[in-house]
């Protein structure tokens, strides 16, 4: 009878996170991209006569309430009125087609409210497996997002230093085991890490989706004592997003 082979061992760090040794495959399966558009309403608007700031309004959300509506396209809406100085509101949209952005700002750009916004910030990335977390049972394995569960959201760009990538990749995984075993306290946090490689100026936009902001606060502090901290070479601007419907953010726009 023949003895049975041991399994074979896992690999536990990807020696090739690059694919370029290995002369990896591109991939091209549909994956979602995400895009954050952050808008300010010029103070002209408020100025307006009341019945025409009240059609206006009403124009404005009859778009963005057809956008919610489509089985194609994910959509959350935040507000930042009295939370930051610089941005009144964010879109959050997710889709398989990134023209589909292109499309739902154009139908705004022809309302009179948009007339009014300008878009001090704008990010634009995708959804990717990690590769530091995905040998995890039960972290990142998907790649599907389930987004706008929390009452806030916690947004910003993130670049990694050049040096980061000069590490080995055990000295890279080392660390990212050091941030996830941090991080793994704060169970009312959800993150979601998409990749802007070549599609816009940041690396990444981080999200991190929770109901709580007091807890936020003591998780970044807490990341900041990790090694994997010294590599970052930019996380700002940082927004906090108050989830709110797109009548709420309407009505706080005056």
């Given at each position: 009878?023949?003895?049975e082979?041991?399994?074979?061992?896992?690999?536990?760090v990807?020696?090739?996170?690059?694919?370029?040794?290995?002369?990896?495959?591109?991939?091209?399966?549909?994956r979602q991209?995400?895009n954050?558009?952050f808008?300010?309403?010029a103070?002209e608007?408020?100025?307006?006569?009341?019945?025409?700031?009240?059609a206006?309004?009403e124009?404005f959300?009859?778009v963005?309430?057809?956008?919610?509506?489509?089985?194609?396209?994910?959509l959350r809406t935040?507000?930042?009125?009295?939370v930051?100085?610089?941005?009144?509101?964010?879109?959050?949209?997710?889709?398989?087609?990134?023209?589909?952005?292109?499309?739902m700002?154009?139908?705004?750009?022809?309302?009179?409210l948009?007339?009014?916004?300008t878009?001090?910030?704008?990010?634009?990335?995708?959804?990717?497996?990690?590769?530091?977390?995905?040998?995890?049972?039960?972290?990142g394995h998907?790649?599907?997002?389930?987004?706008?569960e929390g009452?806030?959201?916690f947004?910003?760009p993130?670049?990694?230093t050049?040096?980061?990538?000069?590490?080995?990749?055990?000295?890279?995984?080392?660390?990212?085991?050091?941030?996830?075993?941090?991080?793994?306290?704060?169970?009312?946090?959800?993150l979601?890490?998409?990749?802007s490689?070549?599609?816009?100026?940041q690396?990444?936009?981080?999200a991190?989706?929770?109901?709580y902001?007091?807890?936020?606060?003591?998780l970044v502090?807490?990341?900041?004592?990790?090694?994997?901290s010294?590599f970052?070479?930019?996380?700002?601007?940082m927004?906090?997003c108050a989830?709110?419907?797109?009548n709420?953010?309407?009505?706080?726009?005056?």
């Open positions: 009878m023949d003895e082979k041991p399994a074979p061992r896992q690999r536990t990807d020696l090739d996170p690059s694919g370029q040794v290995s002369q990896r495959e591109p991939d091209r399966i549909g991209f995400l954050y558009a808008y300010k309403l103070p608007y408020r100025r307006l006569p009341a019945a025409d700031r009240i206006a309004r124009e959300v009859r963005v309430k057809g956008w919610e509506e489509r089985d194609d396209f994910i935040y507000s930042l009125v009295g930051r100085g610089d941005v009144d509101f964010m879109l959050w949209r997710i889709s398989k087609d990134i023209l589909s952005f292109q499309r700002q154009a139908e705004m750009n022809r309302t009179v948009g007339a009014y916004l878009q001090p910030y704008n990010y634009l990335s995708m959804q990717k497996r990690s590769q530091y977390v995905n040998r995890v049972v039960g972290s998907g790649v599907e997002l389930l987004p706008g009452k806030w959201l947004v910003y993130f670049i990694k050049r040096a980061w990538y000069k590490l080995s990749p055990h000295a890279r995984q080392g660390m990212m085991d050091e941030h996830i075993f941090a991080s793994n306290p704060f169970k009312g946090i959800r979601n890490t998409s990749y490689y070549g599609i816009d100026d690396e990444f936009v981080v991190f989706d929770s109901d902001p007091t807890e936020f606060v003591d502090h807490r990341l900041r004592y990790t090694e994997a010294m970052t070479a930019r996380d700002t601007p927004f906090a989830k709110a419907s797109i709420d953010i309407a009505e706080h726009l005056g």
